[in-house]
Structure formats: structure tokens, C-alpha cells
């Protein structure tokens, strides 16, 4: 099966899983808005900066090399899991009676709950790394989408029903934790990993080259992530918090499914062509002008969709929220390009590279915090940072990429921009005076613009032959037909 067979073929069951669970995920957050306070949020968000950190402690870079290395064999799967079962234990211990501390820290004592039961994800996250990513190293799609479905849509209702018997935030983290332990026996029993007494050390070496520049990039990635949070939090209050969080996360969610159809698929795929990097630098540059189209379409849809979206959603009490969302969205297209940088790093074996990659634009995303928060004092103000970071470290990053990664020309990255941006351009001209249009009804404002801007990408990027999208759409209903 050629890269681009196997590229799809992988990407339409991340697809059923990344869209199944993106209608799940919608309902389930709106009843959720609803049912708890932005404090609520506010509160869960700063103890997944905390989870978060724990979290990157755990990984240390483990999970892409198990992907990308093809020596591993059974029994050193073995060992690298029992390893990573002992650090899930000992980190998880470590966070639970940690929680009192960050609660003082942020003056709030609902912290220290939500902390302690987030403490199970990070020993389950631990114990379930290794299985997870043999299913990755094996590209059965399939099964992953079903497990992730199952998890998403369980999950989803235990959260609703303790939220309306008045659970506040623990509503948010419980169903998680307890999720994580049934899916542990289930990927254990398909993947047959065991836990071993005995740690072979031998396979832990063999990666640690690869590993620990994966881990590095992941702390500073980690802080360009979070620190945003983490200063809202501490100088402007969890009401703030909540409504920039909020928007944070929902301008994610097109980013997690889309680019996240196709990326879980690329590090498996292209590290079996890892000896070939003019034929993956080929293939990328080819991904990179479909992800900056798709990207170029969700950017102007959301910003011009914002107030719509956000009081159908979550509701008037989420207002705030809209003029940050807007800021925001204007750094997708960026983000769905830079987010699929990590797997042809991995792939091609220059974590090294990732690594000053991850370091140079956190030097970048963390000045832009610092400004918007402690100089300006405002959530629009640390979006318009957050924004304006995006950009310089998605340049930076293909820089790298192209001159050390792919041993290439940064100016084949540029020439495959053109085209996007020009689109970019003409669409939001279009969606400007879709918008000038008098609708009262939130719902229908927001179809009218969605379907202009949808059909109008459409009839564009087809009559001026950036691809042939009614050919594409024939044939992925055909390939979705044969693979049920």
C-alpha cells in the first residue's frame, strides 16, 4: 500500500472518530455551560495546567519513540511499560498530595479536590501510554476510533448527570478518571502487554536519543501552552479565566478535528519512509496546502460566525467571550500548520531539531503572554499576543523544518502559501458583506454565512483547479461505503 493509501485510509477512521466525537463533544459541552459556571470552568482549567505539567513528566517522550522505533520488540515493550506504570505511580502520589499546596497557591480551595481526583489520570495515563501508542505503531485505526467513541460518549454522560445533581467542577474531571481504568483491561487484553517484575534497561537506552528531545520539546511546548493560563488565573481572577479558557478551547476544537484527522495517522505512516525524505518532503508540502486552505475556510467561518456561535452554544452568560474568540480564531490557520510539524520531526528522527523548533517560539508565545496580561490586563489583549506568536513561530518553525528535517528550501513552503492566502482574502471580503445582512435569529445568521462561505470555498478552489474537491468528495462517500 503506497503513503498516500495508507494516509487516507488511516484518515478516515481518525475522521469517524474525530467527527462522531465532535457532535458528542458539542452537545455535551452546551448542556455543560449550562448546567455549571464559567467559575466552574476556571477552576478545572487551572488544575489541567497543574495535570498538565504531571502529565509531561510522565511521558518524557516515551509514546512517539515507541511509534517510531521499529526494533522494539514484545519483551521490550514489556519492560518500557513497567517502567512507565512505576512513574505513573509515583508522579500520580506526588500530585495527590500536592493539591493542597496549588489550591493555596490560587486562593481557591475547590482546587485541591478537583487536583487530588485528576491524580488517577496521571497514573492511568502511565499505565495506558504504551498500549495506546502499539495501536498507533500498528495503524488499526479502527480499533482506536471505537475505543476513543466508547470513552467520549460514556464519559460525556456520567458528566451531565453528576452536573445536574449540582457536582460543580468534579463534574468535569471524575468520568474521566474513572473511564481510564476499564480501558486499561480492554487495551491490555488487545495488545497484550504485561507487567514485568524486571525492568530490561536495554530498550529504555536504545530510545533515550530520541526520547529526551521529544521530552525536552514537550516542556517547553508545555509552557507555551499554559503559562496564558496560568497568568489569567493568578492576576485576573477565575471569571476571567473561565471566559478565556472558554474561547481558547472553542477555537481548538476545529483545530483537534481537522488537523487531527490526518496527524495521529503521519508519525506511523511516515516514519516506514523514514529513509526517504525527499519523497515525505513531497508528500508534506502537498498536506501542508490542503491544511492551509481548510484552515484559511475555518478562520474566516469562526471569526464571522463568532457572536452566533457563542450565545447558541454555552448562552448569554458566555458574552464576554466573543470579542477574544475572534482575536483568536484569526491563529488557526496557523495552528493547524504548525500542529502537524511534530510528526515529520518525529518521523525523520530530528527531535534534536523540534526541540530549538519548540524552544525559539516559546521564547516568542510567552513574551506575548506577559504583555497581555501583566501589561495590558486583558483577555484581548493576551489573545491579540497569543495571535501575533502564532504567526512568528509558524514561519520559525518551517524554517527549521525545511533546512534541517527535509534538507530542502524554506521557499517550496512560501510558494505553497500563496495560493491559501489569497483565497483567505477574498473570502472574508465575501463573509464581510454576508454579515451586513439584517437576521435577527442567531441560528439563521449563522447557517446563511456557513453556507455562502462553505459553497463559495467550494465553486473557488474547483474552478480555479487547487483541486478537484467534487472528485474528492466522490470518493471519500465510496472509500467510507467499502471500509463499513
Request: proline share 4%.
Amino acid at each position: 500500500m503506497s503513503l498516500k493509501k495508507e494516509l487516507v485510509s488511516g484518515a478516515i477512521y481518525m475522521a469517524v472518530a474525530k467527527y462522531s466525537g465532535l457532535a458528542m463533544t458539542i452537545l455535551i459541552t452546551a448542556i455543560l455551560s449550562r448546567l455549571l459556571t464559567p467559575e466552574n470552568f476556571g477552576v478545572v482549567a487551572l488544575a489541567g495546567v497543574m495535570l498538565a505539567l504531571f502529565n509531561l513528566l510522565a511521558d518524557i517522550g516515551i509514546g512517539p519513540a515507541v511509534i517510531q522505533n521499529k526494533t522494539l520488540t514484545a519483551e521490550d515493550m514489556n519492560s518500557i511499560n513497567t517502567f512507565n506504570s512505576y512513574q505513573g505511580l509515583v508522579l500520580g502520589v506526588a500530585f495527590f498530595f500536592s493539591a493542597p499546596f496549588i489550591a493555596e497557591y490560587y486562593g481557591n480551595p475547590q482546587v485541591k479536590l478537583v487536583c487530588q481526583i485528576m491524580s488517577v489520570n496521571i497514573l492511568m495515563g502511565c499505565v495506558n501510554a504504551v498500549p495506546n501508542n502499539i495501536l498507533y505503531r500498528q495503524q488499526r485505526f479502527k480499533l482506536i476510533t471505537i475505543i476513543s467513541l466508547c470513552t467520549q460518549f460514556v464519559g460525556g454522560v456520567i458528566s451531565i448527570a453528576m452536573a445536574f445533581h449540582g457536582c460543580g467542577p468534579i463534574s468535569l474531571v471524575l468520568p474521566s478518571a474513572i473511564i481510564s481504568i476499564p480501558t486499561m483491561f480492554v487495551l491490555r487484553y488487545i495488545t497484550k502487554v504485561h507487567f514485568v517484575w524486571r525492568i530490561d534497561w536495554a530498550p529504555l537506552k536504545r530510545i533515550f536519543s530520541f526520547s529526551v528531545f521529544q521530552f525536552l520539546a514537550n516542556v517547553v511546548g508545555y509552557f507555551s501552552r499554559n503559562m496564558d493560563s496560568m497568568l489569567v488565573g493568578k492576576y485576573m481572577g477565575m471569571k476571567q479565566l473561565g471566559y478565556y479558557n472558554k474561547s481558547y478551547n472553542l477555537q481548538l476544537m476545529p483545530l483537534q478535528y481537522i488537523s487531527g484527522v490526518l496527524i495521529p495517522v503521519m508519525l506511523p505512516v511516515f516514519s516506514k519512509y523514514q529513509d526517504d525524505i525527499n519523497y515525505i518532503q513531497q508528500k508534506y508540502t502537498q498536506i501542508l496546502r490542503f491544511f492551509a486552505f481548510v484552515g484559511v475556510l475555518l478562520c474566516a467561518l469562526l471569526y464571522f460566525c463568532a457572536d452566533e456561535l457563542i450565545l447558541l452554544f454555552f448562552g448569554d452568560q458566555w458574552g464576554q467571550s466573543v470579542p477574544c474568540f475572534k482575536i483568536i480564531a484569526l491563529s488557526i490557520p496557523f495552528q493547524i500548520l504548525g500542529s502537524s510539524s511534530g510528526s515529520v520531526f518525529q518521523a525523520t528522527g530530528h527531535t534534536k531539531a523540534m526541540f530549538w523548533n519548540s524552544f525559539i517560539g516559546a521564547f516568542f508565545t510567552l513574551g506575548s503572554f506577559a504583555v497581555g496580561v501583566i501589561i495590558f490586563g486583558t483577555i484581548e489583549a493576551l489573545a491579540w499576543g497569543y495571535t501575533a506568536a502564532m504567526i512568528i513561530t509558524t514561519f520559525i518553525c518551517f524554517y527549521i523544518m525545511y533546512t534541517y528535517a527535509l534538507k530542502s528550501s524554506f521557499l517550496i513552503y512560501l510558494q505553497k502559501m500563496v495560493a491559501p492566502a489569497i483565497f483567505g482574502v477574498v473570502l472574508c471580503i465575501v463573509l464581510y458583506f454576508i454579515s451586513l445582512i439584517p437576521v435577527t435569529i442567531p441560528i439563521v445568521a449563522m447557517l446563511i454565512k456557513g453556507v455562502v462561505g462553505v459553497a463559495f470555498s467550494i465553486f473557488y478552489i474547483q474552478f480555479l483547479g487547487y483541486y478537484d474537491v467534487f472528485a474528492m468528495l466522490r470518493k471519500g462517500l465510496v472509500k467510507v461505503h467499502i471500509l463499513k
